[in-house]
């Protein structure tokens, strides 16, 4: 079957780092998404992943490693604002996009 | 209108009404999709539309339906309503393109709750 692990909640300080892991057992790979979602709200796109290595976007970064069904993403600089879940999500063989449960990333001043 | 409107924003409904879920967007994005977020499962694909006329099944298809006869709406029926249908509701859409893929846009979902 297909599956997608990330950690149901993590708990930063408000100006720390923090890093989102997410392993995925997919039929195929096809790419890697990462999304927001504020509590109440709909998910909002946040990065990209196709090949290995860093992206980089502002205070927001995004690693893959394709070999090892690994992704994270890195928060810096973390502001009140960030509180929110990050979902993670794998465009399978079929371009099927499978979705984690989420993160729920709780800063605290 | 800009990006995907969906309606109602929430609706309660008693067990074993009708109910069809409204989506419309502006972007004229070849694909749109329907999904349903419950508490600790993240978001499932019900229904699919990779272009105006055809539809496709996701992982939870059962008790809903869809049809797409223009590539602006893709609404939502659910034919009898059962407690198990309650969720929260989104509608996304995207930009189709053969050996491509591009990220999803999302309505502002509707929360429904079947009694």
């Known amino acids: 079957g297909q599956n997608i692990d990330q950690p149901t909640e993590m708990t930063a300080t408000e100006g720390a780092i923090v890093q989102i892991n997410c392993t995925y057992q997919?039929?195929?790979?096809?790419?890697l998404f990462w999304y927001q979602q504020h509590a109440g709200e709909a998910p909002t796109f946040l990065s990209y992943n196709v090949l290995d290595g860093l992206e980089e976007k502002g205070r927001f970064s995004s690693f893959l490693s394709r070999s090892k069904g690994y992704s994270y993403l890195l928060l810096k600089e973390l502001q009140m604002k960030d509180s929110a879940s990050y979902l993670c999500a794998v465009i399978d063989s079929n371009y099927q996009l499978i979705w984690g449960a989420g993160t729920k990333l709780i800063i605290k001043p | 209108i800009a990006g995907i409107t969906q309606a109602p924003t929430s609706q309660i409904l008693a067990a074993g009404r009708r109910m069809t879920l409204r989506c419309t967007q502006d972007m004229r994005h070849n694909a749109m999709y329907w999904y349903r977020q419950d508490l600790g499962l993240g978001l499932r694909l019900i229904h699919y539309s990779n272009t105006a006329g055809t539809t496709g099944k996701g992982e939870v298809p059962d008790g809903y339906s869809v049809s797409r006869a223009n590539t602006d709406d893709f609404p939502l029926t659910l034919a009898s309503a059962v407690p198990s249908q309650t969720s929260v509701y989104f509608c996304?859409?995207?930009?189709?393109?053969?050996?491509?893929?591009?990220?999803?846009?999302f309505g502002p979902g509707t929360r429904l709750t079947v009694l």
């Open positions: 997919t039929s195929g790979f096809n790419g």
């Open positions: 996304a859409s995207s930009e189709l393109t053969s050996h491509d893929y591009n990220e999803q846009f």
